[in-house]
């Protein structure tokens, strides 16, 4: 009986199918119904394995996508299922480290450390239930904490063109926040760039506290997507275990292109501007996963979005803009006047603010804000010599502060500024 028993658990067939073809990104196997989203391995001309994951199927014909560039693949190669996808395991070892979309190191530091199993796919939060964003977020660059102050569980789009000082601006916030651990996604960068950023716009005291996931260009578009989702994965744990978290991702308009490759390689007709509908469905789903949970803990999260071309009617930049809490834009023309960070505080905005400072600071905000308009209305009549003093007060208030209010705007990469030093030097030019 009890060889029976052994024998009854041991599979008389595993389930094959086979690779009937290749079509640029998207690879098609018949033979065996896959499940959308499992993980297989294809077998190589050489005997190798390739890893890729179900993204979809039309009649007897499943999808798949490959986390790697395929080669060496041949017709009517296996097809087989992964039995159980191996968790990842995760602890506070992983601070310090870099990642890819698939949870391996990259760093050449060994393997990951942890004990609690790592959800890829966190349990969406009742919106009734979630904490509201309660507390400031202090992000160390005086312009935000002074002008465009943070609050704990926002989410917020840094919407920049290429060459502004992105990365250094992001590099800052992850060195001097004080959040107590940071979770960054480097997603689409260019691979010099990646260990830039890393060595300096990071550089050791950013790294210590943070998690890196990266996902460069030449990836996959299905690892690009992985990589997000896992940033978001990484940075839901660490909340849920009572840590304060900032979320910065780099960039979401990449995740967005990377759906959209998916996307036309399964057929879906394109809408706006080349992006199929699933992309404006995807980016609500994955802003929706950050912000704070039911816990004591909290999840912040900043967005990179790319204008291309500076243009802002862009439908990522569009999209962002709506479903975020806020936006914090950059500025070229800022950029070329040698002003870093070069944010543009007139055309931002964060929409949590008044949940988390006081009347008076926020009136010193309003009072800022109207100094830099009217300052901006006659900006080009000066050097020109349109401009007269004593026509109006307000205007020549504007430009006398203009110089000391720049002064307070700008600040040096390995500067610090609290945000009790960001508002008191505001309230003193403004007294």
Known sequence: MSLALSLGEIPVARPVGRLVGVSGLLLEASGYAFETGQRVRIETASGGWIAARVVGFREHTCFLMP????????????????????????????RGRVIDGLGEPMDGMGPLGGSAPLDLHPPRVNPLRKRPVRGVLDVGVRAINGALTLGRGQRVGLFAGSGVGKSVLLGMITRQTTASVVVVGLIGERGREVREFIERSLGPEGLR??????????????MRLMATELC????????????HVLLLVDSLTRYAMAQREVALALGEPPAT???????????????????NGEG??????????????????????????????????????????????????????????????????????????????????????????????GADPATDRAVALNPRLVAWLRQGTDEASPLEDAVARLEEILA
Not at 67 to 94: D, T
Not at 211 to 220: F, G, K, N, Q
């Open 232 to 243: 978001h994965a990484i940075a839901a744990h660490f909340r849920d275990a009572g840590e």
């Open 67 to 94: 986390f790697r560039k395929p080669s060496g693949l041949v017709a009517g190669a296996r097809v087989i299922a992964e039995q159980e996808e191996q968790s990842l395991l995760i602890g506070p070892s992983w």
């Open 273 to 291: 501007r080349g992006y199929p509908p699933s992309v404006f469905g995807l980016l609500p789903q994955l802003v929706e996963s950050a912000g």
């Open 209 to 222: 506290k943070a998690v890196v996931v990266v996902a460069p260009a030449d990836e996959s578009p299905l």
């Open 296 to 389: 004591e803990g909290s999840m912040s999260a900043i967005y990179t979005v790319l204008a291309e071309g500076d243009d802002e009617q862009d439908p990522v930049v569009d999209t962002a803009r709506a479903i975020l809490d806020g936006h914090i834009m950059l500025s070229r023309q800022l950029a070329a006047q040698g002003h870093y960070p070069s944010i543009d505080v007139l055309r931002s905005v964060s929409r949590c603010m008044d949940l988390v400072v006081d009347e008076a600071h926020l009136a010193r905000v309003r009072e800022l804000k109207d100094l830099l308009a009217r300052h901006a209305q006659v900006r080009d009549l000066i050097p020109l010599g349109g401009y007269v003093a």
